[in-house]
């Protein structure tokens, strides 16, 4: 890295931040109770951020030689001087800076574990056929990463970290299904019985399902499903996104934008957080941010750039993007404070509404209005006099997701990780009770 | 390069393997933006690595790196092979690849003008003449906000196996994204993301007229803000352009028959299918309705010639008037399925594995002309374009949220209309066209399956189509 850094002062650039990330995968996937692929990734992926007089570019280089990033470097810089200097004059955080490693989030048993993937996958599927299911699919995944950062503004750092996930999806048949989930930075956080005897109860409550009808809802949201929007919520608080024009949370900064029982915060210093971790791309110090409190819009997610452009604190956000192949602020630990109910006394609070536990698919009218619609997908229940009535399917979700943030009444005590394919970066959150959420089907 | 990928196959064949596939990619691509008229970071992506894919007594297993040394690669060649073995005391049912021909082959995509040679400067000259054409006075709307990301990318891969397969291929794509936000005083705000994208050379992105057509997408925003009224309700007649026919055709067509979904390899992630194995023959649509999916359609975004099984790639028929006609195949499914490899396997980059997926989508013209459609209609609406859609997970209960559309009174098209909501199921749908046009138009747009995630280049595509007495909500 220190190479790299040079190079680009070489070049001209006046800042430079550079990172390398290692990091060695495995994945098990598994259908129908049979393991249908096991794959295994090694890459070391290097990425250089250079910055001249109001003129930024970057790279993402899956090419571990110095001379593959140097060519690239060359490119970038040569591409900087031809175009128009950009809004505003950004600089990187000034370092050096101490940073404090975040307590347990590296488990050197995980990388080492293959026959033992195939043993916990088992647990996982037995544990949903003892619940009654017919057949289950899903992934169980490994990482180990190594991260290391260097700026030409004196920040320097090495950080490391591991985790462990399986979602597991059981059938037991092919309109009754469930989902479960288990994720983890320390096998002994980690636990495939329980994400298996989840998804198994959930498909066996979900049998014999009946279309439900369209109408305004309490529902009582699972985990998964508000894991999903808040993985959105949470991308919309980025200044990356209000930038673009694609957030509801543009000039909402000391605004109410939901309802007081919500806090929302991206905690990358949470111990035992699945995306955990010291500093980011930049080399600035990760933190704890309240993005929401009490309801109240209290700040964006930020990069050196974003601050630079609409003001506030560096919130230690700054990594390279999918997508965009640039820094920018992302969220990565993304976590709701818990509520007063426990899980019983939340369906007492219904009352007659739904129950829902997963979605797929949202797709946004407008990002701006937060008008949108998602599908149902696994268990979906009509809840009468607080209790589960009967299985429904069919259900998708349209509505306006300032309103659903707006009308969150009640969460529970209890609040569990969810990290899977729909919702790649993970969430730490309750149950909670949405007012009258709008539900559509399909008619014909 | 080639070296690697062989010393790859027989690392792999000397630990005894029932078969044994390795890909070499080196992929760069470069992406320029422009928001609200001022350039954002010029971004570039390298990318070389190998993938190696090893079947193991029933049992499958891959690995990849980017790590390029020998030892690094026989590491590689060696997990794969120990994860699949370790796998195999569950692997309840072995895995079987179907028998396909041997092929050596060498393709490339098609430039007059390739990407290569063409400077950051000149993508941002591009940039910059449709941003002039995007002011109020031109588009005779506000967009307060308004991105144009132009995007490119060349792929050179080299594909070897142990049935003695060597087949070289170099596709470069280019494409446009552009993101508005229009506005209105007193009628809101709406939002249109638009994607254009093609296989070729920088001549491709020319003939695109990107000054005139882009901007035009932005007046249309005002007109809707300034002109559509409430849509109708209730049953009534529909004509969908072929925008919203290429969705629907990408979403209830193509993905529902995807034969790794129908075998349920999928379930966890992407879903499954309301198609079974043996629903080959079942009316789903009327007579008018015929679907393919054809990954050889000159400049098509998701070109290929062969997949990467190293199976030749061909059009696939998927419904023939109105009936269920085929599935899309990769080596695994076919062999469960008895059939052989339609050639639908595709792999986004070197660190992941070929799964079934759809190249380039469409539904097949009939002989309606635009009038024809509407004439015979007393009332009804024309979809044009969409905006927010989803189908579950069995893609079978399906929503397009109208952005252009209009209504239709009397056998003409008449005034705006703004947010037509149809959401029907997969039958319901083909089971009420009734007219397809004769002038067929394709969308690029990105498709993501697998995990992890594979977004793919693809078109989807159609003719305008009618409808008869369907639901329209909202």
Redesign the interface.
């Known amino acids: 890295m220190d190479q790299a850094v040079e190079y680009g002062q070489k070049l001209g650039a006046r800042e430079v931040a550079a990172a390398v990330t290692r990091e060695k995968r495995?994945?098990?996937?598994?259908?129908?109770?049979?393991?249908?692929?096991?794959?295994?990734?090694?890459?070391?992926?290097p990425t250089v951020?250079m910055l001249s007089e109001r003129?930024?570019?970057?790279?993402?280089?899956?090419?571990?030689s110095m001379d593959?990033l140097k060519e690239?470097m060359k490119?970038?810089k040569?591409?900087?001087d031809?175009?128009?200097p950009?809004?505003v004059e950004s600089t990187l955080p000034k370092g050096p800076f101490k940073y404090e490693p975040v307590p347990h989030i590296f488990d050197a048993r995980i990388p080492k574990m293959?026959?033992e993937?195939?043993d916990l996958?088992?647990e996982a599927m037995k544990a949903a056929r003892a619940e009654g299911a017919r057949?289950s699919?899903?992934?169980l995944v490994t990482s180990e990463w190594e991260r290391h950062v260097r700026t030409s503004a004196g920040a320097e750092g090495e950080d490391k970290g591991t985790d462990i996930n399986l979602?597991?999806?059981a059938?037991v048949d092919?309109d009754s299904s469930g989902?479960g989930n288990s994720c983890a930075t320390r096998l002994e956080d980690f636990n495939p019985k329980l994400a298996g005897a989840e998804a198994g109860k959930i498909a066996n409550q979900a049998r014999n399902p009946v279309f439900g009808d369209e109408g305004k809802y309490r529902v009582l949201f699972g985990p998964s499903i508000m894991a999903e929007f808040f993985d959105r919520i949470a991308d919309f608080a980025t200044a990356y996104s209000v930038?673009?024009?694609?957030s509801f949370f543009a000039e909402k900064i000391g605004q109410k934008v939901a309802s007081e029982k919500l806090t929302l915060v991206d905690d990358r210093r949470m111990p035992g957080g699945i995306n955990s971790c010291s500093f980011d791309e930049e080399g600035y110090p990760t933190q704890r941010t309240t993005i929401i409190d009490r309801g109240t819009l209290k700040t964006y997610l930020h990069s050196s750039y974003s601050v630079a452009k609409y003001g506030g604190a560096l919130t230690g956000s700054a990594f390279y993007v999918g997508?965009?192949?640039?820094i920018a602020p992302v969220a990565l630990n993304i976590v709701v404070e818990p509520g007063e109910y426990g899980e019983e006394k939340l369906f007492e609070q219904v009352g007659d509404g739904l129950y829902l536990t997963n979605n797929?698919?949202?797709?946004?009218?407008?990002?701006?209005?937060g008008?949108?619609?998602?599908?149902c997908?696994d268990g979906a229940f009509e809840i009468e006099n607080g209790k589960i009535a009967r299985s429904v399917k069919?259900l998708?979700i349209?509505d306006n997701m300032p309103r659903i943030m707006q009308s969150i009444s009640a969460l529970s005590k209890e609040r569990k990780w969810v990290k899977w394919?729909e919702v790649?970066v993970p969430v730490y959150l309750p149950h909670m009770i949405v007012e009258n959420v709008g539900i559509?089907?399909?008619?014909? | 390069m080639e070296d690697l990928v062989q010393h790859a196959i027989e690392a792999a064949s000397a630990k005894g393997v029932q078969y044994a596939e390795a890909r070499l990619h080196t992929d760069s691509g470069s992406g320029v933006t422009l928001t609200n008229g001022k350039p954002e970071p010029v971004q570039l992506a390298k990318a070389k690595g190998i993938a190696v894919r090893v079947l193991v007594d029933g049992a499958l297993g891959f690995a990849s790196t980017n790590d390029l040394s020998k030892e690094s690669l026989d590491e590689t060649v060696n997990i794969a092979y120990r994860t699949a073995k370790a796998s195999k005391r569950l692997v309840t049912k072995p895995i079987r690849l179907s028998k396909e021909k041997a092929e050596h082959a060498n393709w490339e995509t098609k430039a007059r003008k390739p990407l290569l040679d063409v400077t950051i400067e000149e993508k941002l000259a591009v940039l910059e003449e449709i941003e002039k054409n995007l002011s109020p006075s031109v588009v005779k709307v506000d967009l307060p906000s308004r991105t144009l990301v132009l995007i490119d990318d060349i792929t050179d891969r080299y594909f070897a196996d142990t049935e003695g397969s060597k087949i070289h291929g170099v596709a470069s794509r280019i494409g446009l994204l552009f993101v508005f936000t229009a506005s209105e005083p007193g009628k809101g705000i709406i939002q249109r993301i638009g994607q254009k994208g093609e296989t070729g050379g920088w001549e491709r992105l020319e003939a695109w007229d990107l000054p005139k057509c882009v901007p035009e997408e932005a007046r249309i925003l005002g007109k809707i803000l300034r002109e559509a009224k409430q849509a109708p309700r209730g049953e009534l007649d529909l004509v969908l352009g072929s925008e919203v026919t290429g969705i629907a055709c990408h979403e209830s067509c193509g993905h529902p028959q995807e034969a790794d979904r129908i075998l349920g390899r999928e379930a966890a992630q992407a879903g499954e299918s309301y198609l079974k194995p043996d629903m080959i023959g079942h009316r789903i649509g009327t007579e008018a309705v015929t679907v393919v999916d054809d990954p050889t359609v000159p400049n098509s975004y998701g070109f290929y010639e062969y997949d990467e099984e190293g199976v030749r790639a061909g059009r696939r028929t998927l419904i023939k008037n109105g009936v269920i006609a085929g599935f899309l195949q990769n080596r695994e499914t076919a062999a469960e399925l008895g059939v052989s490899s339609n050639g639908a396997a595709r792999a986004v980059s070197y660190d992941r594995e070929p799964i079934i997926r759809m190249a380039n989508t469409f539904m097949l013209p009939g002989e309606y002309n635009d009038d024809e459609l509407v004439e015979d209609l007393s009332k009804g609406v024309f979809i044009k374009t969409f905006m927010e859609w989803n189908i579950d997970d069995r893609r079978y209960n399906q929503r397009y949220v109208g952005l252009e559309a209009y209504l239709i009174e009397n056998g003409q098209i008449t005034n705006a209309v703004r947010n037509p909501i149809l959401e029907i199921t997969t039958p319901g749908f083909y089971g009420s066209v009734d007219a397809v046009g004769k002038k067929v138009e394709y969308e690029a747009a990105t498709c993501g399956k697998g995990e992890p995630e594979q977004a793919a280049p693809v078109w989807h595509g159609g003719p305008p189509i009618r409808l008869r007495k369907v639901r329209l909500g909202g």
């Not at chain 1, 495995?26 to 992926?45: E, G, P, R, Y």
């Not at chain 1, 003129?55 to 571990?64: D, L, S, T, W």
Request: net charge positive; charged share 25%; hydrophobic share 35%.
């Open positions: 495995k994945m098990l996937k598994f259908a129908n109770d049979s393991v249908t692929i096991v794959q295994s990734w090694d890459q070391t992926v951020y003129k930024r570019a970057g790279a993402h280089v899956e090419n571990p593959a690239v490119t970038l040569a591409a900087m031809i175009t128009k950009g809004e293959t026959d993937l195939v996958a088992e057949r699919s899903g992934v979602s597991i999806r059938f092919d989902q930038d673009l024009g694609l997508g965009t192949w640039c797929w698919y949202t797709r946004f009218q407008n990002y701006q209005t008008d949108f619609s998602s599908i997908r069919g998708r349209s394919w790649p559509t089907r399909a008619t014909k």
